[in-house]
């Protein structure tokens, strides 16, 4: 079955430096790759996903990137402010799996100001 | 707001009991997902119904249950409840179409004493 392997486990980087959150998973079929944040004690927030059949997405400071070949996708987060701390999970969708999403373990972003 | 609700919003009770968490999906959708969400870890798939159907199980407990009424409404049952237990429990659901994306609820907060 899919596995998704998210890295690295705690990002820390000062306010308006950019950051960069990594995935891979390990079925070629997967085709909907998802960005949760979660913010402490609040539930977890779709803030921008891509399709299999686009390279890249972006939306204001937050853009995904989708690399097939390799089999990963990452997250970057431009011009970083202190609101962007919080965990942020990534997540893929193999098909013919009742649109169940598979979790990655999540990345703990901490900007310092 | 994601249009998902969940009550109660917090839960104290003590091992050995039982207790039932409610979740109403958005308007619409006819999936919905149980997770659960230890002290500072990832999220847990638990089960997922279908318009009254199970779907999928994951890492669900067997002293776990859960059902979906015919209102769509979904609850999970958590019996012979241990220290262990304590958690955030989200629910979540997705759209009766094609599409992948899940909206969670605000998630219920059970401490198990």
């Known amino acids: 079955g899919e596995n998704v392997e998210q890295h690295p486990s705690t990002l820390s980087v000062q306010e308006g430096d950019s950051a960069v959150i990594k995935c891979t998973y390990s079925d070629s079929a997967s085709n909907y790759f998802p960005w949760y944040k979660q913010e402490l004690g609040k539930r977890p927030q779709l803030i921008i996903d891509i399709r299999s059949n686009v390279g890249e997405k972006k939306d204001q400071r937050i853009a995904v990137t989708l690399n097939k070949t390799a089999k990963h996708f990452s997250l970057h987060i431009t011009e970083t402010q202190p609101e962007d701390s919080a965990v942020y999970f990534c997540a893929a969708s193999p098909p013919g799996s009742n649109y169940q999403l598979i979790w990655g373990a999540g990345t703990k972003l901490i900007i310092k100001p | 707001d994601s249009g998902v609700t969940q009550t109660p919003k917090h839960l104290i009770t003590a091992t050995g009991q039982r207790v039932t968490l409610r979740c109403s999906p958005r308007s619409g959708d006819l999936s919905v997902y149980w997770y659960q969400q230890s002290l500072d870890q990832g999220l847990q798939f638990l089960i997922q119904y279908y318009n009254g159907e199970e779907r999928a199980k994951g890492n669900i407990l067997e002293r776990f249950s859960a059902q979906q009424f015919p209102d769509l409404h979904s609850e999970l049952n958590l019996s012979s409840l241990e220290l262990g237990d304590s958690a955030l429990y989200f629910c979540?659901?997705?759209?009766?179409?094609?599409?992948?994306?899940?909206?969670f609820g605000p998630g219920t907060r059970l401490t198990v004493t």
């Open positions: 979540a659901s997705s759209p009766r179409t094609d599409r992948d994306e899940q909206y």
